[in-house]
């Protein structure tokens, strides 16, 4: 998954604390990059792969930030334990403080990994627009394609589609099925691994005709699945 990472984490190799939740105790950790998604830290705390924790990441004695986080993968060095964090969740004004510190520590970071690109693109920008593009890039998707069964909760008719896009939080699909937006689905992704389908349920954003008799569907997920998004990344 790191590899297939296209959504650069801003470099800080900030000495701070953390504190795992019902702890009164903060443990040193140094923050290597972070962004409003994932970090990678390293700290003598001990996680286990493939696991959720819950924490509060001490930015500075101005930005402390409470997040739930996977545990995408591990190493040691040196008596020290290397994590790299997905946050499943983050309050918005969790996320937002990640930015005000990063804007005021480390702004060049910030430019040259977010608005740079955006600029050259847009050539120029609105407040507006920056929102959403932050807010596009917080869950990124990966191309992968199954077969997926699903269940509209407003009608109650089953339908089946194939998947062109996954990512913890959304999936993009192609059905000659016309579900509208804002219906809820029931979706059983068969993955490819000799396992049972993989359940989850989510609010179709947008649907849109392509073709004589195929559609193109948007579906925003209910949670954040990252077991689930590292499962199908696994077998594709």
């Not at 795992?20 to 409003?36: F, K, Q, R, Y």
């Not at 609105?126 to 917080?138: G, L, N, V």
């Not at 077969?147 to 192609?174: W, Y």
């Amino acid at each position: 998954m790191d590899d297939k990472r296209r959504c650069s984490r801003w470099q800080t190799q900030k000495k701070s604390c953390l504190r795992m939740e019902g702890s009164a105790t903060d443990v040193p950790c140094i923050i290597h990059d972070i962004n409003l998604r994932g970090a990678k830290i390293s700290s003598t705390e001990k996680f286990a792969p493939d696991s959720l924790v819950k924490l509060k990441l001490i930015l500075s004695h101005e930005f402390g930030i409470n997040v739930e986080a996977w545990v995408a993968w591990q190493k040691s060095v040196d008596g020290f334990h290397i994590y790299g964090l997905y946050f499943t969740k983050i309050a918005d004004a969790d996320k937002e403080k990640i930015y005000r510190f990063m804007r005021h520590n480390f702004p060049k970071e910030v430019d040259k990994h977010w608005w740079k690109e955006f600029k050259e693109e847009k050539g120029g920008e609105t407040m507006e627009e920056k929102k959403k593009f932050e807010d596009r890039r917080i869950f990124e998707r990966f191309p992968a394609t199954m077969p997926l069964r699903f269940l509209d909760l407003t009608s109650n008719q089953e339908g089946t589609a194939q998947t062109l896009d996954i990512s913890a939080k959304g999936i993009g699909l192609v059905s000659s099925e016309q579900v509208q937006p804002r219906t809820t689905l029931e979706m059983w992704l068969d993955v490819p691994d000799k396992g049972d389908p993989l359940y989850t349920r989510g609010e179709v954003a947008w649907s849109k005709l392509q073709g004589e008799s195929e559609y193109r569907v948007g579906v925003n997920l209910e949670k954040a699945d990252l077991m689930g998004l590292a499962r199908a990344l696994r077998a594709v």
